[in-house]
């Protein structure tokens, strides 16, 4: 038994191709199974009629496909879009002095850190339902501001297109420090002690060399929040109010209440190709950044 | 105040949690002078450098730093006249070699033109094909031309003093004994001041004009490499710069500037000593091992002492070889065997062979407490 082990270990190791295609092979097989097949079967149902009970009718028709386009839709796309990338704006805008703050502290830095992935510990439905609490007109941010005789209506917050945007950043903010920490963690002290002695105060050395070296964590926290944004549907749906509908929502209610399988592939499917064109935007960049500029 | 020290450090202390890591440090270095701060690590040679640059960790919490003159203490670093040279060059991996040495031409706002052609210049000094390298990437470069475009980097703002950390450190060997005289021979040509810290003794030695040797956050002695070699003040000196054997002993009695040594063991040799050493006084003595010869049993000739001792090993260095002497107290010293004198006529020094430890007496350095 033994014997066989080291041999079939001796055999892997003289054919590194092998080794790689079994080390591959469980991802492989559970991407496919799980992930490749429902895609495609899902792509095809984007073509077929649609049964008036949900799933669809044998036959091919591009009726669905045709819908997207009109005006009402490419609105809820447009609007998805825009708030997504307001989000990952103001998302990179609170989590870069965070990770600065963390990366710059050594007692507290563990201590930190857990309390960014901490949020981790309940689900996201749960931490919707909080903002809910914090936020209502009878909620803790009213009860205060009342109290102190800021305001003496409650202030409309819940509800709103802000609302829906508050809930994206805060769900969203520890897939952006994360990589940031990450890329600031692993910038040599050293290059900022040059470039302060080359005459650099310290707003400069950000600007040149901070920045400029932790872009690639910046673009990658940046995908982490702009993609789950954007094909998200509980956050506008609990926060928004059902009022500020994304695409997301507009998936979800196509498979649900609307009973319409094939148009929801379509959306679904709109919805991935604009989510590609960000990620091959993200990859041309990376490939740029290896290969290098010019001065 | 036209000779004022390009650099003075005065009494400048520094503390890690109630530990000193620099204390009271004093020097002057003159300008165009090479200097070299030279240590075992954790001796504060880099905490030194590092104060004299102005970086925010460490701040020194006692004494004056001048650079030509002025009080510099609380000075950032880019309001200092330095440049500086790191360790492991620290070189911008997202610009190109001309973007790294055009960086503080730009932070000065020098127009673009001018710049390019410092650049160029730049590059020239450090002997880097301009046509070749200037749009390179710096992590396309080996370990000697990071360097370079590092010095080049630090030069073209033409900094009244250069700071180099280790800078030769992470080279191989043998370019590094190219970048020495490299180094040196910038020094002289630009004028510029440079001050060098290092934990190779033989680097300090070749490259400085004069050479501090700190231990414990402290300077142990400043002097030329030539002082420092032939008259090491402490044993600590005598052993960290070059090899040193060490001889304890009694005063007996000193009769016309020669005092007489006995050691715990028995044995008696003599050296020179100034007017302060009377009979009754501790003292010990490097000899260094090239300092020392070994003959074949015969007793010491006029002015010398011999000591006797058995060959224990013998070292083969290259240049020369070292034989490793047991004396009767059980201590070894080393004796170095220049090549013509590796045998006695025909006859090579063979281990366990019984041989006479022999040194003139001015050739041995009375050392301090």
């Known amino acids: ?295 | 105040m036209a000779d004022a020290p390009a650099l003075e450090l005065d009494r400048v202390s520094r503390r890690y949690k109630g530990v000193p890591a620099v204390d009271r440090v004093s020097l002057d270095v003159a300008s165009g002078e090479f200097f070299s701060l030279v240590g075992p690590s954790g001796s504060g040679k880099t905490t030194t450098l590092r104060m004299i640059a102005g970086f925010d960790d460490p701040e020194p919490d006692g004494g004056t730093i001048r650079m030509l003159g002025q009080v510099v203490n609380g000075r950032r670093p880019y309001q200092r006249p330095i440049g500086m040279v790191f360790q492991n060059y620290a070189l911008f991996p997202h610009l190109t070699v001309a973007g790294n040495i055009a960086f503080g031409l730009e932070e000065r706002r020098v127009p673009r033109e001018e710049i390019r052609r410092r650049v160029e210049r730049g590059l020239e000094l450090v002997r880097l094909d301009a046509a070749t390298f200037f749009s390179r990437r710096t992590t396309e470069l080996s370990g000697g031309q990071r360097q370079r475009v590092a010095l080049a980097r630090a030069l073209v703002l033409e900094p009244q003093i250069l700071l180099l950390d280790e800078p030769l450190a992470a080279l191989d060997p043998q370019l590094r004994v190219e970048m020495r005289l490299e180094l040196r021979e910038l020094n002289r040509r630009l004028g510029i001041t440079f001050v060098l810290v290092t934990h190779d003794q033989e680097e300090a030695l070749v490259m400085s004009d004069r050479v501090a040797v700190m231990s414990a956050g402290r300077i142990m002695q400043i002097g030329s490499p030539v002082e420092i070699y032939r008259h090491p003040r402490t044993a600590f000196v005598a052993e960290f710069i070059g090899n040193a054997n060490i001889y304890r002993g009694r005063v007996e009695g000193v009769s016309g500037g020669l005092a007489t040594v006995t050691q715990p063991d028995g044995q008696t040799w003599r050296v020179p000593v100034g007017p302060s050493v009377t009979a009754g006084d501790d003292v010990q003595v490097a000899v260094r091992p090239e300092w020392q010869e070994l003959t074949a049993g015969e007793r010491n000739g006029p002015g010398t002492n011999a000591l006797p001792g058995h060959i224990r090993e013998i070292n083969f260095l290259g240049e020369s070889s070292h034989a490793v002497v047991m004396l009767p107290d059980g201590r070894d010293v080393r004796v170095a065997l220049h090549h013509s004198a590796l045998s006695t006529g025909s006859r090579p020094w063979q281990c366990g062979e019984a041989v006479m430890v022999r040194w003139r007496f001015e050739d041995a350095q009375v050392l301090e407490r």
């Open chain 1, 1 to 295: 038994m033994t014997r066989l082990r080291s041999r079939v270990a001796a055999a892997l190791h003289r054919h590194p191709r092998i080794q790689a295609t079994a080390l591959l092979l469980p991802a492989g097989v559970w991407l496919a199974v799980f992930f490749a097949i429902p895609l495609a079967i899902m792509a095809t149902y984007a073509f077929r009629p649609r049964h008036i009970l949900g799933g669809v009718y044998p036959g091919w028709t591009t009726v669905h496909v045709a819908r997207l386009v009109e005006p009402l839709y490419l609105a809820v796309l447009g609007r998805s879009v825009v708030l997504s990338l307001l989000a990952t704006a103001l998302a990179l805008l609170v989590s870069y002095p965070i990770a600065l703050v963390i990366v710059r502290s050594t007692r507290w830095r563990s201590f930190l850190l857990f309390l960014v992935v901490l949020p981790f510990w309940t689900s996201f439905l749960v931490r919707t339902y909080a903002t809910i609490f914090l936020i209502r007109d009878t909620g803790l941010i009213n009860q205060v501001l009342q109290a102190i005789g800021v305001t003496h209506q409650p202030l409309r917050m819940l509800y709103t297109p802000g609302a829906v945007l508050f809930g994206l950043v805060t769900g969203f903010v520890p897939f952006m420090v994360l990589p940031i920490y990450a890329s600031l963690e692993k910038l040599d002290p050293a290059l900022l002690e040059a470039a302060e002695v080359l005459g650099a105060p310290e707003w400069r050395r950000f600007v040149r060399v901070i920045w400029p070296l932790t872009l690639p964590g910046v673009v990658v926290g940046s995908l982490l929040v702009f993609v789950p944004s954007l094909g998200s549907f509980l956050t506008s749906d609990l926060l928004g109010g059902a009022k500020v509908e994304l695409i997301g929502n507009l998936v979800q209610n196509q498979f649900t209440s609307a009973r319409n399988w094939p148009f929801g592939s379509a959306l679904s499917f709109l919805l991935l190709m604009v989510v590609m064109l960000g990620m091959l935007a993200q990859l041309r960049y990376t490939a740029a950044h290896a290969k290098g500029k010019t001065a």
